[in-house]
DNA sequence: TGGACCGCCATGGTATCTCATGGGAAATTA
DNA sequence: TAATTTCCCATGAGATACCATGGCGGTCCA
């Protein structure tokens, strides 16, 4: 069964790099015998993508084993495979986030797990915040676009 | 056997949150193998959504599965599985309402349980009638207007 | 038809345990 | 050897699992 990642959880950053990974997520993760994370800096926002380490093996084996890798195949393999790193839990269900990670997705002294199903992600919690605003106000308009034409295209 | 969340049930919120999940709810959760409710703040209004997690599962799976997911599946991961939040049931059939669910939706300490079918929402008993009763003035104009101009497009 | 009994359900309270977090020792690397 | 990193233990707050109670409604029996 594939327990996805659901939920928002923020914890704290300690002078060390090390956050709790949340229970939920770390369950998820464990009951697939994996004992620690994947993680990769994300190529949609200012923010670390996480999974399961199976995920990455996953995605490598989509990718086609061609002498001349494809376009697309070899950005991914740069930007996610060769960006990826592993980082194991701890006794405590802890991971340590690498500094450059912590750099670029511009963290401090607390981290917001998002969980996106398949996928989670680790936010400032500010900047989730307005991203997440900025999100609402695409999807309200298109709510209010449906209202004026009478059209309704909801699932 | 009784599948879709029908009627509506007024209970208490205690201090710690809780809240007693209407039985005919319960029993068509628990009928599905589940063990407690999907919540997650509504996004048309000042309600809380709730729902079995298998709805949610479904939604993850209907998401393409790519490394570069579209902006429309990014604002459903983020403002529907992001924001949601698994609550079990207590031995007595009771969920803990998240504090900050609890404060977007204006609960203090009643909750109103209303079955919309599919899913059920969450509301302040007061905020409740107030939408019914706009709901209720809308038809009714609408109704006015359909007399007015000859016109019948009653389902 | 009236009354007593029984069971379900909402609700209040308490004990237990999990989880997030801090700190330090051991190991590793430069 | 000094600086870092990794592993392990300690702890307290918060969450959750469990137990208890009372009220309402329905049922069964006299």
Do not use: Y
């Amino acid at each position: 069964m594939l327990k996805a990642f659901i939920g928002t959880f923020v914890n704290k950053i300690d002078a060390k790099g090390r956050i709790s990974v949340p229970a939920p997520f770390r369950t998820s993760l464990q009951a697939r015998g994996l004992t620690g994370v994947a993680l990769f800096p994300s190529l949609t926002g200012a923010c670390i993508e996480g999974c399961g380490l199976d995920r990455i093996e996953a995605l490598v084996e989509s990718m086609h084993d061609a002498p001349l890798p494809s376009v697309d195949d070899d950005a991914i393999a740069h930007l996610i495979v060769g960006s990826a790193r592993e980082t194991p839990f701890d006794a405590g269900g802890r991971i340590v986030l690498p500094e450059d990670f912590i750099a670029k997705a511009n963290l401090t002294d607390k981290g917001a797990f998002v969980g996106k199903g398949r996928t989670f992600q680790i936010w400032e919690p500010g900047a989730l915040a307005k991203t997440q605003d900025a999100l609402m106000q695409r999807v309200l308009a298109g709510r209010k676009a449906q209202m004026s034409t009478g059209k309704d295209e909801a699932r």
